[in-house]
Protein backbone atom coordinates (compact mmCIF):
# COMPACT_ATOMS: atom_id res chain seq x y z
CA UNK A 1 0.00 0.00 0.00
CA UNK A 2 2.69 2.49 0.96
CA UNK A 3 4.39 1.84 -2.25
CA UNK A 4 1.16 2.46 -4.52
CA UNK A 5 1.07 5.88 -2.66
CA UNK A 6 4.30 6.88 -3.93
CA UNK A 7 3.99 5.33 -7.39
CA UNK A 8 0.51 8.23 -7.42
CA UNK A 9 2.30 10.79 -5.71
CA UNK A 10 5.00 10.70 -8.42
CA UNK A 11 2.62 10.18 -11.61
CA UNK A 12 1.01 13.95 -9.50
CA UNK A 13 4.26 15.71 -10.08
CA UNK A 14 5.02 14.55 -13.52
CA UNK A 15 2.06 15.59 -14.80
CA UNK A 16 2.28 19.27 -13.01
CA UNK A 17 5.69 19.80 -14.49
CA UNK A 18 4.43 18.85 -17.87
CA UNK A 19 1.21 21.33 -17.22
CA UNK A 20 3.62 24.12 -16.50
CA UNK A 21 6.13 23.54 -19.38
CA UNK A 22 2.86 23.38 -21.85
CA UNK A 23 1.51 26.61 -20.37
CA UNK A 24 4.79 28.71 -20.30
CA UNK A 25 4.12 30.48 -17.16
CA UNK A 26 5.97 29.81 -13.72
CA UNK A 27 5.01 31.21 -10.39
CA UNK A 28 6.59 34.33 -9.43
CA UNK A 29 9.34 33.73 -6.76
CA UNK A 30 9.19 36.87 -5.09
CA UNK A 31 5.38 36.43 -4.75
CA UNK A 32 4.22 38.43 -7.57
CA UNK A 33 2.13 37.95 -10.47
CA UNK A 34 3.13 35.70 -13.54
CA UNK A 35 5.29 36.49 -15.87
CA UNK A 36 4.81 35.93 -19.41
CA UNK A 37 7.24 34.10 -21.13
CA UNK A 38 7.16 33.38 -25.41
CA UNK A 39 6.58 30.15 -26.51
CA UNK A 40 9.20 30.10 -29.38
CA UNK A 41 11.67 31.88 -27.22
CA UNK A 42 11.91 35.18 -29.23
CA UNK A 43 10.97 39.14 -27.84
CA UNK A 44 7.86 40.85 -27.39
CA UNK A 45 7.41 43.70 -30.44
CA UNK A 46 8.45 46.57 -30.05
CA UNK A 47 5.27 49.79 -30.10
CA UNK A 48 6.02 51.82 -32.92
CA UNK A 49 2.80 54.40 -31.88
CA UNK A 50 -0.03 55.91 -33.68
CA UNK A 51 0.65 56.70 -37.40
CA UNK A 52 0.40 60.34 -38.41
CA UNK A 53 -2.83 60.41 -40.66
CA UNK A 54 -2.15 64.55 -41.07
CA UNK A 55 1.32 63.46 -42.78
CA UNK A 56 -0.49 60.68 -45.08
CA UNK A 57 -3.09 63.08 -45.92
CA UNK A 58 -0.87 65.21 -47.21
CA UNK A 59 1.45 62.56 -49.40
CA UNK A 60 -1.92 61.97 -51.70
CA UNK A 61 -2.87 65.47 -52.00
CA UNK A 62 0.48 65.73 -54.16
CA UNK A 63 2.75 69.32 -53.88
CA UNK A 64 1.21 72.83 -52.78
CA UNK A 65 -0.05 75.04 -55.44
CA UNK A 66 1.89 77.86 -56.35
CA UNK A 67 -0.92 80.41 -56.97
CA UNK A 68 -4.35 80.43 -56.55
CA UNK A 69 -7.11 79.98 -59.50
CA UNK A 70 -7.65 83.46 -62.13
CA UNK A 71 -3.89 85.02 -60.67
CA UNK A 72 -1.63 86.66 -63.74
CA UNK A 73 1.99 87.65 -63.79
CA UNK A 74 4.51 88.42 -66.16
CA UNK A 75 8.21 87.65 -66.01
CA UNK A 76 11.23 87.64 -67.80
CA UNK A 77 12.42 85.67 -71.09
CA UNK A 78 14.69 85.71 -73.68
CA UNK A 79 17.35 88.09 -74.46
CA UNK A 80 15.05 91.44 -73.33
CA UNK A 81 11.65 90.01 -73.52
CA UNK A 82 8.31 89.60 -70.55
CA UNK A 83 6.39 86.95 -71.00
CA UNK A 84 2.48 86.97 -69.90
CA UNK A 85 1.56 83.74 -67.33
CA UNK A 86 -1.68 82.97 -65.54
CA UNK A 87 -2.56 80.36 -63.19
CA UNK A 88 -4.15 77.00 -63.88
CA UNK A 89 -4.03 74.13 -61.67
CA UNK A 90 -2.24 75.49 -59.19
CA UNK A 91 0.49 76.36 -61.50
CA UNK A 92 1.86 78.79 -63.33
CA UNK A 93 1.25 78.31 -67.62
CA UNK A 94 2.79 80.39 -70.33
CA UNK A 95 -0.05 82.35 -71.74
CA UNK A 96 1.06 83.70 -75.26
CA UNK A 97 4.70 83.94 -76.45
CA UNK A 98 7.97 85.44 -75.12
CA UNK A 99 7.67 89.67 -76.44
CA UNK A 100 10.96 91.04 -77.41
CA UNK A 101 10.74 94.77 -76.34
CA UNK A 102 14.01 95.96 -75.08
CA UNK A 103 13.09 99.43 -73.51
CA UNK A 104 15.96 101.18 -75.98
CA UNK A 105 18.73 99.74 -78.24
CA UNK A 106 22.03 98.50 -77.25
CA UNK A 107 24.69 101.54 -78.16
CA UNK A 108 22.40 104.23 -78.24
CA UNK A 109 22.61 107.61 -77.35
CA UNK A 110 20.57 110.67 -75.87
CA UNK A 111 21.52 114.63 -75.77
CA UNK A 112 19.43 116.87 -73.92
CA UNK A 113 20.04 120.83 -74.05
CA UNK A 114 18.57 123.36 -71.82
CA UNK A 115 19.20 127.76 -71.99
CA UNK A 116 21.42 129.26 -70.28
CA UNK A 117 23.88 132.31 -69.90
CA UNK A 118 22.82 135.31 -73.13
CA UNK A 119 20.96 132.81 -75.40
CA UNK A 120 23.56 129.85 -75.55
CA UNK A 121 22.81 126.01 -74.89
CA UNK A 122 24.35 123.39 -72.83
CA UNK A 123 23.86 119.92 -73.07
CA UNK A 124 23.76 116.69 -71.34
CA UNK A 125 23.74 112.78 -72.77
CA UNK A 126 22.97 108.97 -71.94
CA UNK A 127 23.73 105.52 -73.12
CA UNK A 128 21.56 102.62 -73.42
CA UNK A 129 22.30 99.93 -70.81
CA UNK A 130 20.62 97.04 -73.26
CA UNK A 131 18.09 94.95 -71.19
CA UNK A 132 18.38 97.30 -68.11
CA UNK A 133 17.44 100.28 -70.24
CA UNK A 134 18.96 104.01 -69.98
CA UNK A 135 22.08 104.69 -67.89
CA UNK A 136 21.74 107.50 -65.85
CA UNK A 137 22.24 111.12 -67.44
CA UNK A 138 25.55 113.04 -67.10
CA UNK A 139 26.21 116.25 -65.83
CA UNK A 140 25.60 119.36 -67.86
CA UNK A 141 28.36 120.88 -69.91
CA UNK A 142 29.69 124.33 -70.52
CA UNK A 143 27.44 126.82 -71.94
CA UNK A 144 27.90 127.35 -75.64
CA UNK A 145 26.80 129.58 -78.28
CA UNK A 146 26.32 132.76 -76.08
CA UNK A 147 25.41 136.37 -77.37
CA UNK A 148 26.74 139.81 -76.32
CA UNK A 149 23.86 140.74 -74.39
CA UNK A 150 21.01 140.37 -72.44
CA UNK A 151 17.47 141.18 -74.59
CA UNK A 152 15.74 144.05 -73.49
CA UNK A 153 19.62 145.82 -72.63
CA UNK A 154 20.20 149.52 -74.33
CA UNK A 155 23.55 151.21 -74.64
CA UNK A 156 25.27 154.67 -76.42
CA UNK A 157 28.52 154.06 -78.10
CA UNK A 158 30.79 156.07 -80.17
CA UNK A 159 32.27 155.01 -83.48
CA UNK A 160 34.18 156.49 -85.73
CA UNK A 161 33.45 157.67 -89.03
CA UNK A 162 34.68 157.17 -92.40
CA UNK A 163 36.22 160.49 -93.48
CA UNK A 164 37.71 160.89 -90.02
CA UNK A 165 36.08 162.32 -86.38
CA UNK A 166 33.43 159.72 -84.44
CA UNK A 167 29.45 159.44 -84.22
CA UNK A 168 27.06 158.56 -81.23
CA UNK A 169 25.49 154.87 -81.87
CA UNK A 170 22.20 154.01 -80.22
CA UNK A 171 21.87 150.38 -79.81
CA UNK A 172 19.60 147.78 -77.80
CA UNK A 173 19.48 143.74 -77.38
CA UNK A 174 17.79 142.30 -79.98
CA UNK A 175 16.00 138.89 -79.27
CA UNK A 176 19.48 136.77 -80.37
CA UNK A 177 21.49 138.29 -77.81
CA UNK A 178 23.14 140.52 -80.00
CA UNK A 179 23.11 144.67 -80.61
CA UNK A 180 21.68 146.06 -83.00
CA UNK A 181 22.11 150.10 -83.87
CA UNK A 182 18.89 151.83 -83.58
CA UNK A 183 19.86 155.49 -84.66
CA UNK A 184 22.74 157.58 -84.99
CA UNK A 185 24.39 160.59 -84.68
CA UNK A 186 26.33 163.35 -86.79
CA UNK A 187 29.77 162.72 -87.66
CA UNK A 188 31.90 165.37 -86.56
CA UNK A 189 33.58 165.47 -89.38
CA UNK A 190 31.22 166.44 -92.49
CA UNK A 191 30.69 164.88 -95.85
CA UNK A 192 29.85 166.23 -98.93
CA UNK A 193 27.04 164.64 -100.87
CA UNK A 194 27.30 163.97 -104.78
CA UNK A 195 24.85 163.23 -107.36
CA UNK A 196 24.90 159.78 -107.34
CA UNK A 197 24.25 159.33 -103.56
CA UNK A 198 27.89 158.61 -102.45
CA UNK A 199 29.93 160.76 -99.62
CA UNK A 200 33.17 162.48 -100.03
CA UNK A 201 35.45 163.54 -97.45
CA UNK A 202 36.71 166.94 -96.57
CA UNK A 203 39.75 167.67 -99.29
CA UNK A 204 38.14 164.92 -101.64
CA UNK A 205 36.83 166.08 -105.16
CA UNK A 206 33.06 165.13 -106.50
CA UNK A 207 30.78 165.61 -108.95
CA UNK A 208 27.81 168.20 -108.67
CA UNK A 209 25.11 169.29 -110.92
CA UNK A 210 26.18 172.52 -112.90
CA UNK A 211 23.85 175.50 -111.58
CA UNK A 212 20.61 175.62 -113.61
CA UNK A 213 21.25 171.97 -114.87
CA UNK A 214 19.88 168.37 -114.09
CA UNK A 215 22.31 166.28 -116.26
CA UNK A 216 25.39 168.38 -116.41
CA UNK A 217 28.07 168.19 -113.59
CA UNK A 218 31.57 169.44 -112.45
CA UNK A 219 34.58 168.94 -110.08
CA UNK A 220 34.25 170.75 -106.43
CA UNK A 221 36.60 170.09 -103.57
CA UNK A 222 34.71 168.90 -100.10
CA UNK A 223 35.27 171.58 -97.16
CA UNK A 224 35.73 170.77 -93.86
CA UNK A 225 32.35 171.85 -92.70
CA UNK A 226 30.84 169.88 -95.87
CA UNK A 227 30.58 172.41 -98.10
CA UNK A 228 31.25 172.58 -102.34
CA UNK A 229 34.05 174.93 -102.99
CA UNK A 230 36.85 175.31 -105.68
CA UNK A 231 34.34 174.22 -108.01
CA UNK A 232 35.65 173.53 -112.15
CA UNK A 233 33.43 175.91 -114.54
CA UNK A 234 34.98 174.57 -117.53
CA UNK A 235 32.82 171.81 -117.48
CA UNK A 236 29.36 173.66 -117.35
Do not use: K
Not at 204 to 210: D, K, N, R, S, T
Amino acid sequence: MRSLTLVMLGLAVTTAGCMLERSGTRPDRTGGSDASIPLDGASAPHDAGPIDTADAAREDAGPAPECAPSEERTVSCGGCGTLAERCEGGAWTPDGECVEAPPCMPGATETETEDCGMCGTRARTRACGGCDGWDPWSDFGACEGEGTCTPGESRTRTTSCACGGTRELYESCAVGCGWTTTSSGACSARTCRTVLGRDVCPGEQGGVLCPGSWWRTRLCRCSASGAWVDCDNRAC
